[in-house]
């Protein structure tokens, strides 16, 4: 059977700098804090962090089992959904804006029908005539 030793990992900071630090223990083992050749105990980066547990659990004869720090879910900030709020209304205002031009020109559109409306057609100016002649027809009796 395999003796297993547990290294449990913790997260740290360092100079401001996020990262990782372990301690092993286990059986026949004392608690001892995993660390690099040159003596640091603070790692930037889990993979190195295990690698180096793994080399020290190993030549003592153990495999290691992990227990890693579990990751809290990010709150939502209420900036974000008021900001949210700002820009709709920005939209709609640069939309109320854009909507203003267009009136004005279909109403002179609608100008451009009414004079294009003004034009006589054949059939008019054939009514037209025949009112003159009308007219003069009943002076003259």
């Known amino acids: 059977?395999?003796?297993?030793?547990?290294?449990?990992?913790k997260e740290a900071t360092s100079k401001g700098r996020k990262g990782y630090t372990a301690t092993v223990?286990?059986?026949k083992l004392k608690?001892?804090?995993?660390?690099?050749?040159?003596?640091?105990?603070f790692f930037t980066n889990?993979?190195?962090?295990?690698?180096?547990a793994n080399a020290l659990v190993s030549k003592q004869g153990f495999v290691a089992s992990y227990v890693l720090p579990t990751k809290k879910a990010a709150k939502k900030s209420v900036k974000s959904r008021t900001?949210?709020?700002?820009a709709k209304a920005t939209a709609k205002?640069?939309?109320?804006?854009k909507a203003a031009p267009k009136a004005k020109a279909t109403a002179k559109k609608a100008?451009?029908?009414?004079?294009?409306?003004?034009?006589?057609t054949p059939k008019a100016k054939a009514a037209?005539?025949?009112?003159?002649?009308?007219?003069s027809s009943t002076s003259s009796t």
């Open 93 to 97: 205002k640069t939309t109320a804006k």
């Open 111 to 120: 100008t451009a029908k009414k004079t294009t409306a003004k034009k006589a």
């Open 128 to 135: 037209k005539s025949a009112a003159p002649a009308d007219t």
């Open 25 to 27: 223990s286990g059986t």
């Open 83 to 86: 900001s949210a709020t700002k």
């Open 1 to 9: 059977m395999t003796k297993t030793a547990r290294v449990t990992v």
């Open 46 to 52: 889990l993979g190195t962090l295990k690698a180096t």
């Open 31 to 41: 608690n001892n804090k995993v660390a690099t050749k040159t003596g640091t105990t």
